[in-house]
């Protein structure tokens, strides 16, 4: 079961959609049961279930209360657009790291294509923040390797074998930009090694899912984002 759900306030009403009201049938949550909500914009309520049909629910909502976000550095990540489950497990982990912005980057050498199935990452999102009990849901939208400079921190890492250490101390947001499976073109390596920090995380060569959660949990921790 999870810690909590999510839906969206309709005046006095709290409504969930198709895919809840299926998760409250699979884990039988039956009507008149008391759960935490959240709709996932910083707002937590303690609903009241008073309706489960075929497609949607609703509920009574007996307690609301908005969680202020606090002012602390942003951790943003840029994922390739690569196969569907190491995408979808890194944007689960980057959730419940606390990453505050999501970037899916086509490279030229990441040939997956999901900006017709948005709602495939949604409930990627929504899934991992109800795990983790996150009320403020991670934005995230599909940019191109030359859109990269329009939403990178001043602080932006990629990972480079012959990189420098992990820094021990942040000063600002931080971005980390992912390479696909086949790496960077060169044009693209050229572009990011003469505008960014490029890091390494030791010897090895890791998959592009692995790294990133190496140097974001490393980030979350120092910036406490968990």
Same mark, same amino acid.
């Given at each position: 079961?999870? @810690? /909590?759900?999510?839906?969206?306030?309709?005046?006095?009403?709290?409504?969930?959609?198709?895919?809840?009201?299926?998760?409250?049938?699979?884990?039988?949550?039956?009507?008149?049961?008391?759960?935490?909500?959240?709709?996932?914009?910083?707002?937590?309520? *303690?609903?009241?279930?008073?309706?489960?049909?075929?497609?949607?629910?609703?509920?009574?909502?007996?307690?609301?209360?908005?969680?202020?976000?606090?002012?602390?550095? @942003?951790?943003?990540?840029?994922?390739?657009?690569?196969?569907?489950? $190491?995408?979808?497990?890194?944007?689960?982990?980057?959730?419940?790291?606390?990453?505050?912005?999501?970037?899916?980057?086509?490279?030229?050498?990441?040939? $997956? @294509?999901?900006?017709?199935?948005?709602?495939?990452?949604? #409930? !990627?999102?929504?899934?991992?923040?109800?795990?983790?009990?996150?009320?403020?849901?991670?934005?995230?939208?599909?940019?191109?390797?030359?859109?990269?400079?329009?939403?990178?921190?001043?602080? *932006?890492?990629?990972?480079?074998?012959?990189?420098?250490?992990?820094?021990?101390?942040?000063?600002?947001?931080?971005?980390?930009?992912?390479?696909?499976?086949?790496?960077?073109?060169?044009?693209?390596?050229?572009?990011?090694?003469?505008?960014?920090?490029?890091?390494? #995380?030791?010897?090895?060569?890791?998959?592009?899912?692995?790294?990133?959660? !190496?140097?974001?949990?490393?980030?979350?921790?120092? #910036?406490?984002? /968990?």
């Amino acid at each position: 079961m999870p @810690n /909590i759900f999510f839906g969206y306030k309709d005046k006095e009403k709290f409504i969930f959609d198709e895919h809840e009201t299926k998760h409250f049938k699979t884990i039988r949550v039956k009507e008149g049961k008391i759960i935490k909500c959240t709709d996932g914009k910083g707002n937590k309520y *303690t609903v009241k279930i008073e309706k489960i049909e075929k497609k949607k629910s609703f509920g009574i909502i007996l307690e609301s209360k908005h969680i202020e976000k606090l002012q602390e550095k @942003n951790l943003i990540l840029f994922a390739p657009s690569g196969k569907w489950e $190491r995408l979808r497990w890194l944007i689960e982990k980057s959730v419940e790291l606390g990453v505050d912005k999501i970037y899916i980057t086509k490279t030229k050498y990441s040939n $997956r @294509n999901y900006t017709e199935k948005p709602e495939k990452i949604e #409930l !990627v999102i929504r899934n991992s923040a109800k795990q983790c009990t996150r009320v403020y849901f991670p934005d995230f939208r599909f940019i191109t390797f030359d859109e990269i400079p329009k939403y990178a921190t001043q602080n *932006t890492f990629f990972l480079d074998l012959s990189g420098e250490k992990i820094p021990e101390k942040f000063d600002s947001n931080i971005s980390f930009i992912v390479g696909p499976e086949g790496g960077f073109s060169p044009k693209e390596k050229e572009f990011l090694t003469k505008n960014f920090k490029s890091i390494s #995380l030791g010897k090895k060569i890791l998959r592009f899912e692995t790294a990133a959660f !190496v140097f974001l949990s490393f980030v979350a921790i120092k #910036l406490n984002k /968990i």
